[in-house]
């Protein structure tokens, strides 16, 4: 079964960076697509950010396009998301997924297979 924990969120002033990571076991990172998503209080989830098998393909949110960058180290089995000039619009948990049966890289949440627990993200203004 594969596990996802994200790690790396926290409290941080706007303008200010974070990089959360992604650890990965129960199989070898290098086969599933992952992703990042995030929910915000009362609001409802939205894509982030998405990395292919390869690490060629990546697409972003247009909200966080030109300061969010995905990345994955497979023989780490670990995927990152560096954050900066952070905004209080991007307070939310931040979740980590994997999509074991596609090569195309999707936006779609329900295409992911396994899901992390979050970690918290705040920004404050």
């Known amino acids: 079964q594969v596990q996802l924990v994200e790690s790396g969120g926290g409290l941080v002033q706007a303008g200010g960076s974070l990089r959360l990571s992604c650890a990965v076991s129960?199989?070898?990172?290098?086969?599933?697509?992952m992703a990042w998503f995030r929910q915000a209080p009362g609001k409802e989830g939205e894509f982030v950010a998405a990395i292919s098998r390869s690490a060629g393909i990546t697409r972003y949110a247009d909200s966080v396009k030109g300061r969010f960058t995905i990345s994955r180290d497979n023989g780490k089995n670990t995927v990152y998301l560096q954050m900066n000039r952070l905004k209080p619009e991007d307070t939310a948990v931040y979740y980590c997924?994997?999509?074991?049966?596609?090569?195309?890289?999707?936006?779609?949440?329900?295409?992911?297979?396994?899901w992390g627990q979050g970690t918290q993200v705040t920004v404050s203004s």
């Open positions: 129960g199989r070898t990172l290098s086969r599933y697509a």
């Open positions: 997924a994997a999509d074991g049966d596609g090569v195309v890289v999707t936006t779609i949440g329900t295409e992911y297979d396994y």
